[in-house]
């Protein structure tokens, strides 16, 4: 079962920030979070994970709180090309475990 | 690219048939799984194979089965198709080293639909 919750959709302004939330208030001190996102039908794309430590990469910024129950994952200057569902992740079952899928956030990036 | 090869990307087959799908992991990745992605159930976890041998299981059918082989290509094996089968099909695989920050790389996907 997922254990995360999203906000079902948000839009962004094209060149703007676009900040999504995740909360995963029941997460284990050794569980890390993934975000990944999908475009139309295509495989989901890694984003970026971390633990406890805010993380950024070439594709985006993650920030976890102290307690580390929520998460936002930051596109810092949205492009039209970033419209796609963003799910957030947490992995259970450590090394051996796999990803369980959420309903994710539709991300709509608009002119 | 993720380097995660699944063929054919489209397969159109009838009801009660059973169809193969095929996954080349990335080079040097021990871990494939299986998800399946239907209009109403989001992407679900189907089974995880680890250098061979299948680690989890998660909601597959009994109609379903995967394997993989020795050169770390799997296959998932779908019969008596049903009109609900009809789906995206997609295969990861990971490097799977034991460690438990490890990313998941996905295919394109195979498109089944069952008419």
């Known amino acids: 079962d997922a254990k995360t919750t999203q906000p079902t959709s948000m839009d962004c302004a094209e060149g703007r920030a676009a900040n999504l939330p995740c909360n995963h208030s029941t997460i284990s001190g050794n569980e890390y979070v993934y975000w990944y996102r999908q475009i139309h039908s295509q495989g989901p794309q890694y984003i970026i994970h971390?633990?406890?430590n805010n993380e950024t990469n070439e594709m985006a910024s993650l920030i976890i709180t102290e307690d580390r129950k929520s998460s936002t994952l930051i596109l810092p200057h949205a492009t039209l090309r970033d419209t796609a569902v963003y799910y957030c992740?947490?992995?259970?079952?450590?090394?051996?475990?796999?990803?369980?899928f959420g309903k994710g956030t539709k991300l709509s990036v608009k002119p | 690219d993720s380097g995660v090869t699944q063929t054919p990307k489209h397969l159109i087959t009838a009801t009660g048939q059973r169809v193969t799908l095929r996954c080349s992991p990335r080079s040097g990745d021990l871990s494939v799984y299986w998800y399946q992605q239907s209009l109403d159930q989001g992407l679900q976890f189907l089974i995880q194979y680890y250098n061979g041998e299948e680690r989890a299981k998660g909601n597959i059918l009994e109609r379903f089965s995967a394997q993989q082989f020795p050169d770390l290509h799997s296959e998932l094996n779908l019969s008596s198709l049903e009109l609900g089968d009809s789906a995206l099909y997609f295969c990861?695989?990971?490097?799977?080293?034991?460690?438990?920050?490890?990313?998941?790389?996905f295919g394109s996907g195979t498109q089944l639909s069952v008419l």
């Open positions: 992740i947490v992995r259970v079952g450590g090394s051996q475990g796999n990803l369980i």
């Open positions: 990861a695989s990971s490097l799977d080293r034991g460690v438990a920050n490890e990313k998941l790389f």
């Open positions: 971390g633990l406890k």
